[in-house]
């Protein structure tokens, strides 16, 4: 089993930055995509930025120039770099993987519990 688990969120003020956190543990062969999702109260979960093995990333157009994701292959750990946050910001962040595992070397959706980022002065 794979667990993904996420820190760095909270409170922080409009312009301000926060970098989130996720490191997968368990057992696996690879790790393929690792993306951050969000998800605002009455809204649908939408794609933040996800970012491949091999480093090509892709961030949605709300956040292009202020996020920036990265990964740390030998850490299985992806991050978010928010900076110049808004209150539009405001969302639970869930981290996503997808793992591949060491017996049928099968692909499989992961997601962390979420994380709480508010952006409010």
Known sequence: QVQLVE???GLVQPGGSLRLSCAASGSFFRIETMAWYRQAPGKQREMVAAITTGGT???ADSVKGRFTISRDNTKNTVYLQMNSLKPEDTAVYYCYADVID???HRSSS???QGTQ???SS
Do not use: K, P, Q
């Open 102 to 104: 060491t017996i049928w």
């Open 7 to 9: 820190s760095g969120g």
């Open 117 to 119: 980022v508010t952006v």
């Open 57 to 59: 990333t892709n961030y």
């Open 110 to 112: 992961y997601w962390g």
